[in-house]
């Protein structure tokens, strides 16, 4: 195997043995000062062994006992690999992903597919960009009360009726029940969507 494909492969292999025994200061190391760290889905940079650190600490604070599979490694060039790994952990604290919402603790086990395209200078981390399916994550994190969301969407219902039956002169009323269907929307969408929720 060519040296820059060994570099590619030990590096991948020295980055995550070491974040699954939570050596997070040997991960850390393993960046260049000037390395990009680029989180795609959640349109974040970041930079260097800081960047490495602020990022896994997002994902411990949620997952604390997250463990990262290599799963495959892919040579796209000199110095340049495409990683496929498997995240798996318990979703016990807040996960924060920007645009998407906050994840509160569900108490879920997830599992992750990620992809991350890799660029090795000397040995050590110079580019890194990670990707994976947003929805995947919310679809195994979110679950919606169903009764209750049933009990907001027959309110929503019953206020609708009486909107429609409303004389367009009366319009103290109609500000009173649109007021009270305006409640009653949100609260159906943070049953549905409690991530948008900070």
């Keep these: 195997m060519p040296h820059d494909e060994l570099a590619c492969e030990s590096a991948v292999h020295q980055l995550y043995d070491a974040f699954n025994g939570r050596r ?9 000062d000037d390395a990009v760290l680029e989180h795609i889905p959640i349109g974040r940079q970041q930079h260097g062994p800081e960047g490495f650190r602020e990022f896994t600490a997002m ?17 796209r060039g ?5 990683v496929e790994l498997r995240a798996t952990g318990t979703h016990e604290g807040a996960l924060d992903l920007g645009g998407y ?15 991350q395209l890799l660029e090795i200078r000397d040995g ?3 580019f890194s960009s990670l990707s994976f399916d947003v929805q995947d994550i919310v679809q195994q994190l979110v679950t919606v009360d169903v009764p209750a969301l ?7 219902r019953d206020l609708h009726t009486r909107v429609a039956g ?25 049953l549905v969507r409690p991530y948008f929720d900070r």
């Design 101 to 115: 919402g906050l994840f509160k603790a569900s108490g879920s086990t997830g599992e992750l597919r990620l992809r």
């Design 24 to 32: 997070l200061e040997e991960s850390a190391a393993l960046f260049h």
């Design 150 to 156: 049933l009990k907001r969407l027959d309110r929503i």
């Design 166 to 190: 409303l004389s367009p002169d009366d319009t103290s009323t109609r500000r009173t029940v649109l007021d009270r269907l305006g409640s009653e929307l949100d609260a159906a969408r943070r």
């Design 78 to 82: 000199p110095g340049r690999c495409e």
């Design 124 to 126: 050590r981390i110079g």
């Design 59 to 75: 994902w411990l604070r949620a997952f604390p006992d997250a463990r990262v599979t290599v799963e495959r490694i892919e040579h």
